[in-house]
Every structure is written in C-alpha cells, then in structure tokens.
C-alpha cells in the first residue's frame, strides 16, 4: 500500500510538472511573437518614415527647381547688379538697394525694413543681420552675383500662393509618394511662421493627434524668409504598419495550440480522477462480492464440519443463507453487466402509457418501512394534475427506486424523505429531497458518472459501486427528459427527474 501511494503521488508530481512546463512554454512563444511582431512593425515604422522623407523631400526639390526656372525664363537671375553704380528692389513693406563702390572694391547694402533704414557695409554690420552680412559676404565672395542675391531677398516675404501653384501641390505630393512605392490616401497642410494655416487638404482637422511628417519648404531662402513647414500625415497608417498577412496565420496557429495544449491537459486530469474513480470502484466491489463469497464459503464448511449437529432446521438456515448471498451476487454482477451494455448500444425501450403516481404509491411501501425502521418518516405530496407518461415502466420504476435508495443510504441518523410531483412545460417533475450528508458543488458535477461516489470518510461504510446515478441519467435521457441535483453539505440533497408527458 506505501508504494501504491507512492506511485501515485510520484505520477500526480509528474503531471503537474508537465502541465506547469507546458504553460510555461506557451507563456513563452506569446512572448516571443509579441516582441518579434513589437520589432517588426518598428523597423517598418521607421523604414516608412525615411520612405515619407524621401518623398517630401523629392517634393521640396522640385518646388525649388520650378522656381528658379522661372526665375531664369522671366530673366531675374541676370547680372545686372554686377554693374557698377546702384540696384534697387522693391517687397512689400522692404525696400532694398546696392551701391557698388569699385574703386574701394567694397559693397554698399541699404536696407528699408518696417519703416526702419539701415545702411549696412563691409565691416558696419552687428547684432541680429549678422547673417545677413554673412549671406551677402558669401554671396559676394563666391560669384559676385547681385541680382540672384536681390531675388532671393524680394522672394523672402512673399506669400506660398505667389511662389507655387497650391492646387497642384497634392498632386505633386501624391506623384512623389507613389514613385516610392506609397499608395496611402494622404492629409497636408502648410503653416506659416507656426502659426497660420496657407493651405489644408479637406480632412486633415480630422485628425489632429496623429502623427505628421513635416518638411520646410524652400529651406534655402534667406534666415528672415517666411517658414513655410509642410504637414503631411496618413489616417489608415496603422493599418499598413501591421503585417496582416502573418499576424493572421500565426495568431490561428497560436490558438489552436493553446486550444490543444489545454484540452491535452484537461484530458490528462479527467484520465486522473477516472483512474481514481475506477480504483474506488474496483475496491467497493471487490468488497461487495468478498462478502457474500465468504458467507457462502463459511456456509459450506459448516456443513462439512461433521463435528456440527445437521439438524433439518439447520440445514434449511444454511441453505436460506446461501440463497440470500448467491442472489445478492447476481444482483450486483447484473448490474455491472447492465452498464457494460449501456456503452455498447442505444437503449431499447419499452414504451406505454403509464401512471407516475401509481408506480411512486406501488413503491413507497418497502421503502417506508426501511424509513421508519430507522426510527424517520416518509411523506408524499402527489400534486401533479397529469402523471400519464409514454415511457418504460421497469426502467422509470428503477429511476424512483435508485433515488430512494440513496435518500435512505446517505442520512446519517433518522431520515427525513419526501417525494413530490408537479406538472411544468408539458412535463411531470419528480422531486425526492432526503436530510442526508449531502453533496458539494464539485462532487454535484461528476455525480452522474460511471462508478462515481461521493466521498463519505470510508469507501466501504455504504455499499455500491457508484452506478446508480449513472444509470438515473441514462435511463431519463432515453426518455427526453433531464435530472437535476440541489445539495447542500450536512443539510440534504434534492434530486428533480422531469419526463415529458405522453402526446
């Protein structure tokens, strides 16, 4: 027995230790995937955004190429401003004009700015237009060329509208972003100093936390120039960030192996506690027929014991003896042979029209005895205005017994039984409540299995083989009905069998 107990702890060790390992692995490939898909959809994040880059900054180029195509076909980019004497530009509210002192080899700039006039030289220069000079100086140094310098400042303050077609801009947006392979529908804008709005496409206030792609237009225009800052932001992003194609598949496979793992599991603890049910079940009938075998065995050498006076009263008590225990074995292996067919075929009923009320009154009798034998009481409450049923008489007759019978086995000091009917749903309900020991919620869920019994602190101190419910719950199936149990431990248990009535 220690090394029965043993195995069976040593088997329990091992079947947790692989369900734990298992979870643990499971745990682990969803933690794997998430950061796999987590780094994937990064990379791709970042390789759109320097796709999205490239793009606006295909676009800018092109505005600047346009522009200063213009500027060469209207014959702005001249070098007019190279000769000497003076040069003078007009915008808005600046007024700009060169002086070219050759002799001195030196510039003159003088600049009228918001009602302000500064007369800028060589070396006069300080403060905020320092890079100004620097500009001018580099301009100067590098190719003497004034009257592209003096574009550059009457093009600082003037409007995007005057210096690109807007209604094309989208156009010339959406040309770049297909030219590098992104076909995403598309929201811009174009803003001002960071403050007011040039130009918006119709949707893109729709959306003001998501995230947006920003180029300056006209980066090379001089420090003072209008900032004009591209927006561009795509709403179905999101989308195309995460890879469907694989998410898909994987997540399927990922389920269905939880899927199985788990039901792998369930199956290996149902295998357990059916091993542990069996075993129960092997023992409570090795010690139901080790009793009348020994009974009849003692019999027997009672009557070869010659030492014993064989008298004919003696004779008959031996032999009642071994009548009552050879029947007592053919109950119990009948039983057993009644479940084993109930796994091979359907069962074959014998259907009539019959009385509820008349077989529960044929029954009661024997049962009451039992009852008040044991000092308790039987009481009935036949309520039901309609007890015909379509049904097997025998086996609906055995449903009430069985239940009776546990009723009466599972109470502990003086029963307290009773049996009750009433019609619902075009049914009769047969109730049977007892003052037994009753059944937890865990046990309420297995109490109908094959050669289940509820645990009562000794296998052996009620006899059976846990198949009585079990044949309850087959027997009421096969008639359409259901069976239901309310128990509470220590206080009773409440079994309910509904048949539908006969049409």
């Given at each position: 027995?220690?090394?029965?107990?043993?195995?069976?702890?040593?088997?329990?060790?091992?079947?947790?230790?692989?369900?734990?390992?298992?979870?643990?692995?499971?745990?682990?490939?969803?933690?794997?995937?998430?950061?796999?898909?987590?780094?994937?959809?990064?990379?791709?994040?970042?390789?759109?955004?320097?796709?999205?880059?490239?793009?606006?900054?295909?676009?800018?180029?092109?505005?600047?190429?346009?522009?200063?195509?213009?500027?060469?076909?209207?014959?702005?980019?001249?070098?007019?401003?190279?000769?000497?004497?003076?040069?003078?530009?007009?915008?808005?509210?600046?007024?700009?004009?060169?002086?070219?002192?050759?002799?001195?080899?030196?510039?003159?700039?003088?600049?009228?700015?918001?009602?302000?006039?500064?007369?800028?030289?060589?070396?006069?220069?300080?403060?905020?237009?320092?890079?100004?000079?620097?500009?001018?100086?580099?301009?100067?140094?590098?190719?003497?060329?004034?009257?592209?310098?003096?574009?550059?400042?009457?093009?600082?303050?003037?409007?995007?509208?005057?210096?690109?077609?807007?209604?094309?801009?989208?156009?010339?947006?959406?040309?770049?972003?297909?030219?590098?392979?992104?076909?995403?529908?598309?929201?811009?804008?174009?803003?001002?100093?960071?403050?007011?709005?040039?130009?918006?496409?119709?949707?893109?206030?729709?959306?003001?936390?998501?995230?947006?792609?920003?180029?300056?237009?006209?980066?090379?225009?001089?420090?003072?120039?209008?900032?004009?800052?591209?927006?561009?932001?795509?709403?179905?992003?999101?989308?195309?960030?995460?890879?469907?194609?694989?998410?898909?598949?994987?997540?399927?496979?990922?389920?269905?192996?939880?899927?199985?793992?788990?039901?792998?599991?369930?199956?290996?603890?149902?295998?357990?506690?059916?091993?542990?049910?069996?075993?129960?079940?092997?023992?409570?009938?090795?010690?139901?027929?080790?009793?009348?075998?020994?009974?009849?065995?003692?019999?027997?050498?009672?009557?070869?014991?010659?030492?014993?006076?064989?008298?004919?009263?003696?004779?008959?008590?031996?032999?009642?003896?071994?009548?009552?225990?050879?029947?007592?074995?053919?109950?119990?292996?009948?039983?057993?042979?009644?479940?084993?067919?109930?796994?091979?075929?359907?069962?074959?009923?014998?259907?009539k029209p019959i009385s509820?009320?008349?077989?529960?009154?044929?029954?009661?009798?024997?049962?009451?005895?039992?009852?008040?034998?044991?000092?308790?009481?039987?009481?009935?409450?036949?309520?039901?205005?309609?007890?015909?049923?379509?049904?097997?008489?025998?086996?609906?007759?055995?449903?009430?017994?069985?239940?009776?019978?546990?009723?009466?086995?599972?109470?502990?000091?003086?029963?307290?039984?009773?049996?009750?009917?009433?019609?619902?749903?075009?049914?009769?309900?047969?109730?049977?409540?007892?003052?037994?020991?009753?059944?937890?919620?865990?046990?309420?869920?297995?109490?109908?299995?094959?050669?289940?019994?509820v645990h009562t602190g000794?296998?052996?101190?009620?006899?059976?083989?846990?198949?009585?419910?079990?044949?309850?719950?087959?027997?009421?199936?096969?008639?359409?009905g259901e069976v239901n149990?309310?128990?509470?431990?220590?206080?009773?248990?409440?079994?309910?069998?509904?048949?539908?009535?006969?049409?």
């Open positions: 027995m220690t090394s029965g107990r043993k195995q069976k702890k040593m088997n329990q060790k091992y079947i947790w230790l692989v369900t734990i390992v298992l979870c643990i692995s499971l745990f682990g490939l969803i933690l794997v995937q998430i950061k796999y898909y987590q780094s994937a959809s990064k990379l791709k994040e970042e390789q759109f955004s320097l796709t999205v880059s490239k793009a606006l900054d295909q676009v800018v180029s092109k505005l600047e190429h346009d522009e200063e195509m213009q500027m060469i076909l209207k014959g702005n980019g001249s070098n007019h401003s190279n000769i000497a004497g003076h040069s003078e530009l007009a915008s808005g509210s600046s007024t700009i004009s060169f002086t070219m002192d050759q002799k001195h080899d030196k510039a003159i700039l003088s600049i009228s700015h918001e009602n302000k006039n500064i007369n800028i030289d060589e070396g006069s220069l300080n403060g905020g237009l320092t890079k100004f000079q620097e500009q001018f100086n580099k301009a100067l140094a590098s190719s003497g060329n004034y009257g592209e310098f003096a574009n550059k400042l009457k093009n600082a303050n003037l409007k995007l509208s005057e210096r690109v077609d807007l209604k094309s801009l989208p156009t010339l947006i959406e040309q770049k972003l297909r030219d590098n392979g992104i076909k995403l529908n598309f929201e811009y804008a174009v803003k001002v100093n960071g403050i007011k709005f040039e130009t918006a496409s119709k949707n893109y206030f729709r959306n003001p936390s998501v995230e947006k792609y920003t180029k300056p237009l006209f980066p090379n225009d001089l420090y003072f120039a209008r900032k004009n800052i591209l927006h561009v932001y795509f709403p179905g992003q999101q989308k195309h960030m995460i890879q469907y194609t694989m998410l898909f598949p994987s997540f399927i496979l990922t389920l269905i192996l939880i899927l199985c793992s788990a039901f792998t599991i369930f199956i290996i603890f149902r295998q357990k506690k059916l091993s542990k049910i069996k075993n129960d079940f092997i023992n409570n009938m090795t010690h139901e027929f080790k009793t009348p075998i020994s009974t009849i065995s003692l019999a027997s050498q009672m009557l070869k014991d010659n030492s014993v006076e064989t008298t004919q009263s003696f004779i008959d008590h031996i032999a009642k003896i071994i009548n009552d225990e050879s029947k007592r074995l053919t109950y119990q292996v009948e039983k057993v042979l009644q479940m084993a067919v109930f796994n091979e075929a359907r069962m074959k009923l014998k259907l509820v009320h008349k077989i529960i009154q044929n029954l009661l009798p024997n049962f009451t005895i039992r009852v008040e034998d044991r000092n308790g009481n039987m009481y009935q409450n036949l309520d039901a205005s309609q007890d015909v049923i379509m049904a097997d008489e025998v086996h609906v007759s055995n449903i009430i017994s069985n239940l009776l019978d546990n009723a009466i086995k599972y109470c502990k000091d003086n029963p307290e039984i009773s049996i009750s009917t009433r019609n619902k749903d075009k049914g009769i309900v047969i109730s049977i409540t007892d003052n037994g020991i009753g059944i937890s919620k865990e046990d309420q869920k297995m109490v109908f299995e094959r050669f289940f019994r000794n296998v052996h101190n009620v006899k059976g083989f846990g198949l009585g419910l079990s044949y309850v719950k087959k027997v009421v199936d096969a008639h359409n149990v309310d128990s509470v431990l220590e206080k009773g248990s409440k079994f309910e069998v509904y048949l539908p009535l006969k049409k």
